[in-house]
């Protein structure tokens, strides 16, 4: 995709930029090229062992994955919500990504960073804005936008949230 993970995560501001410049778009149609010419990996479509879709209120999902690979692996950017009837430009994206530590107890960077350690495995959770669609794109796959409950309380504890 012509920009490395690190590049990327210094890059982000909130879910709508990125390093390089790209709009959402123009990152989507790269990994869309990316999926077309299978540079995708198996690997990287098994990787989740952990997916859950909270109710963070009115407006908001809070996404929350476990993922074998380090922080560096994960392409943020090949995260959206596509929305027929909506252009790509405009399609949802992961809003304050934040690392945890394995058991989802604490932050292991704060917001906006990237961890110091590039270790498997990567628990990851970031915000969502609700909109009218069914499912979570991602580079290990779709998974289904459709909240499991409340926010555990040792998330509460440790997720930061501005809107």
């Given at each position: 995709?012509?920009?490395c993970?690190?590049?990327?995560c210094?890059g982000?501001?909130?879910?709508?930029?990125?390093?390089e410049?790209?709009?959402?778009?123009?990152?989507q149609?790269s990994?869309?090229e990316?999926?077309?010419?299978?540079?995708?990996?198996?690997?990287?479509?098994?990787?989740v062992?952990?997916?859950g879709?909270?109710d963070?209120?009115?407006?908001?999902y809070?996404?929350?994955m476990?993922l074998?690979?380090?922080?560096?692996?994960?392409?943020?950017?090949?995260?959206y919500v596509?929305?027929?009837?909506?252009?790509?430009?405009?399609?949802?994206c992961?809003?304050?990504?934040?690392y945890?530590?394995?058991?989802?107890t604490?932050?292991?960077?704060?917001?906006?960073?990237c961890?110091p350690?590039?270790?498997?495995?990567?628990?990851?959770?970031?915000?969502?804005?609700?909109?009218?669609a069914?499912?979570?794109?991602?580079?290990?796959?779709?998974?289904?936008?459709?909240?499991e409950?409340?926010?555990?309380?040792?998330?509460k504890?440790?997720?930061?949230?501005?809107?």
């Open positions: 995709m012509g920009m993970p690190e590049d990327y210094a982000r501001r909130g879910g709508y930029s990125c390093a410049g790209k709009t959402l778009g123009q990152r149609s990994v869309a990316a999926e077309r010419k299978g540079m995708l990996g198996v690997e990287e479509k098994t990787a062992s952990w997916y879709c909270y963070y209120n009115e407006e908001w809070l996404i929350e476990l074998d690979c380090s922080p560096g692996e994960i392409r943020w950017d090949a995260i596509p929305q027929e009837g909506v252009s790509r430009e405009n399609w949802q992961p809003y304050l990504e934040q945890l530590d394995p058991a989802g604490g932050k292991v960077c704060e917001t906006f960073d961890p350690r590039q270790e498997k495995p990567s628990r990851v959770v970031f915000f969502l804005y609700k909109v009218p069914p499912l979570l794109h991602t580079q290990w796959g779709d998974f289904p936008l459709r909240c409950g409340e926010v555990p309380e040792r998330l504890k440790v997720v930061e949230f501005e809107c």
